[in-house]
């Protein structure tokens, strides 16, 4: 251990080895610690047990236990560099962005990820005519930063392919960054529906909100209507905004079930698609008339017809009781 004297009037405290000379912070007082206080149980229970008699047998299990566990200590405290960064993945783009996620490195070099650095490059012309080649001509550039592990690139030009790499950061520093994701051009895209769930059965009276994600660009027009009313219901509520829309049901009713047709359309192309919502309630009351059949001194039949509405239950057959009166 070495004590130098500074100017200031600090002294600064440092170690040699035969391997490295560093300054001494918080996490390496803990390891000294920790190291002091393996050498004081190891002490104690060397000479503690060579007189079993002053020390319980249930103690001198408890010693070597912590002995055995404090020995096996493994200093992690020093911070490394994350490594093995994954490539990004692209999930969106338009005429001027391209969205990416990513997973997290493999190892975080024991130290949270305090963020992750985004990098993009082009691909232009180089060379003459006729001779012009489509490369790589762009260097590297940072497109941004984010402490989370998605992205959405933007101010990219139309029409040209891109490829982008991610780098993560924590206390210690960074390490190499990922390998370049697959090649996106930045161009229009054709809407698509993402949410492809087709039946939704909800039960009368709870409130029920249809929420449908799609993709596109521009950013498609939403159309919605009901197959059999063409407009839907006044008092559902409809709400679209990029990527996600939405119909909500206050409460609701027996009259909502149907078949709910989206379209999206821009000026690429278009998709459709159509949810089909039951609304569960009571059956409605049976039909009549009410017929007597087979009746005898004993006992008669009562049948009847089965009602208009099942209450949307869905069986595949309907099951109604005939009574017999028996005198």
């Known amino acids: 251990m070495k004590m130098k004297k500074q100017g200031d009037g600090r002294t600064e405290h440092s170690y040699d080895s035969s391997h490295r000379r560093r300054h001494i912070g918080r996490k390496d007082t803990e390891y000294l610690q920790k190291e002091s206080t393996k050498q004081s149980i190891q002490q104690l229970v060397e000479k503690e047990i060579s007189s079993t008699a002053k020390i319980p047998s249930q ?13 096996s200590y493994e200093d992690i405290s020093d911070e490394e560099k994350p490594e093995e960064q994954n490539p990004p993945n ?38 003459k005519a006729p001779n012009k080649i489509l490369a790589w001509t762009e260097a590297w550039m940072e497109a941004g930063r984010t402490p989370g592990k998605s992205f959405s690139v933007s101010g990219l030009r139309k029409a040209t392919e891109y490829e982008f790499r991610v780098t993560a950061v924590n206390e210690a520093g960074s390490l190499a960054p990922s390998q370049p994701s697959t090649s996106q051009v930045a161009m229009a895209r054709k809407p698509q529906i993402l ?46 905004k990029p990527h ?77 009781s005939s009574f017999i009166f028996i005198r």
């Open 59 to 71: 103690l001198q299990l408890y010693l070597l236990q912590q002995q055995e566990e404090l020995l």
């Open 90 to 127: 692209i999930t969106d783009w338009g005429e001027n962005h391209i969205n990416i996620n990513w997973k997290p490195p493999v190892s975080d070099g024991h130290a949270l990820i305090s963020y992750y650095i985004v990098e993009k490059r082009g691909k232009g012309t180089s060379g």
């Open 195 to 240: 949410t492809r769930q087709h039946k939704c059965i909800v039960k009368a009276g709870n409130s029920f909100t249809l929420d449908v994600r799609f993709v596109g660009s521009p950013i498609p027009t939403v159309t919605w209507k009901h197959q059999k009313l063409d407009s839907l219901p006044q008092e559902l509520i409809v709400k679209s």
């Open 244 to 320: 996600l829309t939405t119909i909500y049901f206050p409460s609701a009713k027996r009259i909502d079930t149907g078949n709910y047709q989206l379209t999206l359309k821009n000026e690429v192309g278009k998709d459709e698609n159509v949810f089909e919502i039951a609304i569960q309630d009571r059956p409605s009351p049976p039909k009549g008339p009410l017929l007597i059949d087979k009746v005898n001194k004993n006992s008669s039949w009562l049948s009847w017809h089965p009602p208009e509405d099942d209450g949307g239950k869905f069986s595949s057959f309907i099951k109604f």
